[in-house]
């Protein structure tokens, strides 16, 4: 099977009656703000692969909090985490323009690019395990990246892979779960680019946002330019 957009929701809607045509939607502007923008064709399709064989079907229609008190409203509805990494998707290129991965003329790194979509695109997708549970598990980043190197090991470079799974399992930052009488990582002591990650992470799913912004009710999709 051809690992494009529209087996994916052929893919999810066999397996689940919650793929209605908005979560679709926020799908799709996820894998085109996400996916379709990392320039690397190994890494492309390594990230297809893993949303075909290492997702929980759940993910793609669950809500971003099962709380709902700490993700803006917009997240707290079906599809919700797919709309906050499409979000951080679409903030990548501002954070590394600020982090100066970027040349003289405002190119892009690309491969730095990429680490980041990919790792965003891995971070939640075990939010609430595998199988997929009724609350957040704290390591879930963790098991993400895990479950990446995993399915990955073989059709990624290593510095790649272990940059991406990096940046997943910390994505918390300063709050990843570590285990007893070990000391937490300081975001300081943190790559940059897996710092990125977790700004990202940090700024999407600020609640506060909603006292200043509304939602798009649809996603403007990015044209998409190969190198």
């Given at each position: 099977?051809?690992?494009?957009?529209?087996?994916?929701?052929?893919?999810?809607?066999?397996?689940?009656?919650?793929?209605?045509g908005e979560?679709?939607?926020?799908?799709?502007?996820?894998?085109?703000?996400?996916?379709?923008?990392?320039?690397?064709?190994?890494?492309?399709?390594?990230?297809?692969?893993?949303?075909?064989?290492?997702?929980?079907?759940?993910?793609?229609?669950?809500?971003?909090?099962?709380?709902?008190?700490?993700?803006?409203?917009w997240h707290?509805?079906?599809?919700?985490?797919?709309?906050?990494?499409?979000?951080?998707?679409?903030?990548?290129?501002?954070?590394?323009?600020?982090?100066?991965?970027?040349?003289?003329?405002?190119?892009?790194?690309?491969?730095?690019?990429?680490?980041?979509?990919?790792?965003?695109?891995?971070?939640?997708?075990?939010?609430?395990?595998?199988?997929?549970?009724?609350?957040?598990?704290?390591?879930?980043?963790?098991?993400?990246?895990?479950?990446?190197?995993?399915?990955?090991?073989?059709?990624?470079?290593?510095?790649?892979?272990?940059?991406?799974?990096?940046?997943?399992?910390?994505?918390?930052?300063?709050?990843?779960?570590?285990?007893?009488?070990?000391?937490?990582?300081?975001?300081?002591?943190?790559?940059?680019?897996?710092?990125?990650?977790?700004?990202?992470?940090?700024?999407?799913?600020?609640?506060?946002?909603?006292?200043l912004y509304?939602?798009?009710?649809?996603?403007?999709?990015?044209?998409?330019?190969?190198?």
């Amino acid at each position: 099977m051809e690992y494009n957009f529209s087996n994916l929701i052929n893919f999810l809607r066999e397996k689940s009656d919650k793929i209605d045509g908005e979560v679709e939607e926020k799908i799709k502007a996820l894998w085109q703000w996400g996916i379709e923008r990392i320039s690397d064709q190994d890494i492309r399709q390594a990230i297809k692969h893993f949303y075909f064989a290492g997702v929980p079907v759940e993910f793609f229609s669950a809500p971003a909090s099962v709380s709902g008190g700490k993700h803006p409203s917009w997240h707290n509805k079906p599809g919700g985490i797919v709309w906050h990494l499409m979000e951080c998707c679409v903030s990548a290129d501002r954070f590394l323009q600020a982090y100066e991965y970027t040349d003289e003329k405002g190119r892009f790194d690309l491969r730095a690019r990429d680490i980041v979509l990919a790792a965003t695109l891995i971070t939640d997708t075990l939010k609430n395990g595998s199988p997929w549970g009724d609350v957040t598990l704290k390591n879930h980043g963790e098991l993400a990246a895990l479950r990446w190197k995993y399915l990955t090991h073989e059709s990624v470079d290593y510095d790649a892979l272990e940059q991406i799974a990096h940046a997943v399992h910390y994505h918390y930052g300063r709050y990843t779960p570590v285990p007893a009488g070990q000391k937490k990582i300081r975001f300081e002591d943190m790559p940059p680019l897996a710092q990125i990650v977790h700004l990202l992470d940090m700024c999407s799913s600020n609640s506060d946002y909603q006292l200043l912004y509304r939602p798009v009710e649809r996603i403007a999709l990015p044209e998409i330019v190969r190198p």
